[in-house]
């Protein structure tokens, strides 16, 4: 997985992705899930069997499932990290996403002028610096973070 390259990219994808919402049959097996289990006496295998159950019936983590859960008097976040789902990232700092043909074609682009067998630190260093900007990445952020 290659990670970081553009915030603005992330979150104008995120503003235009409709926010997902529950069919029927998901609230209902989310009632029905979650009316076996206490919500004040979760085990961890308790919120593991709800978070399969959930998996298996399609339905994702979202606002609209924390919302429901609340209803019933569940915390989702607890039940998933009482699952051990991995954490998902604040809301401040989402993680960044984008296509490296993006990255790519915007080096092509950037170096197609220039020489790139005599290019200086300095002139290498502005590159970035404006890759980054253009990508909406911070100047202490990595280009690429690569996940095995």
Same mark, same amino acid.
Do not use: C, H, W
């Given at each position: 997985?290659?990670? &970081?390259? %553009? =915030?603005?990219?992330? =979150?104008?994808? !995120?503003?235009?992705?409709? =926010? +997902?919402? #529950?069919?029927? =049959? !998901?609230?209902?097996?989310?009632k029905e899930t979650l009316a076996q289990f206490d919500a004040d006496n979760l085990s961890e295998a308790d919120a593991q069997s709800i978070v399969n159950s959930f998996s298996e019936a399609g339905i994702k983590p979202s606002k609209a499932l924390a919302e429901q859960m609340s209803e019933l008097g569940?915390?989702?976040? %607890?039940? /998933?990290? #009482?699952? /051990?789902? &991995?954490?998902? +990232? &604040? *809301?401040? *700092?989402?993680? #960044?996403e984008v296509d490296l043909n993006q990255v790519v074609d915007y080096l092509s682009d950037a170096l197609a002028d220039q020489d790139t067998n005599t290019l200086s630190d300095e002139q290498k260093q502005t590159l970035l610096s404006d890759l980054k900007s253009q990508f909406g990445l911070s100047d202490d952020a990595h280009l690429v973070n690569i996940h095995v």
């Open positions: 997985m290659i990670t &970081p390259a %553009t =915030q603005s990219y992330t =979150q104008t994808a !995120q503003s235009n992705r409709p =926010q +997902p919402t #529950l069919s029927e =049959q !998901q609230t209902n097996t989310i569940f915390d989702a976040k %607890t039940v /998933g990290e #009482l699952a /051990g789902a &991995p954490a998902r +990232p &604040p *809301k401040d *700092k989402p993680a #960044l």
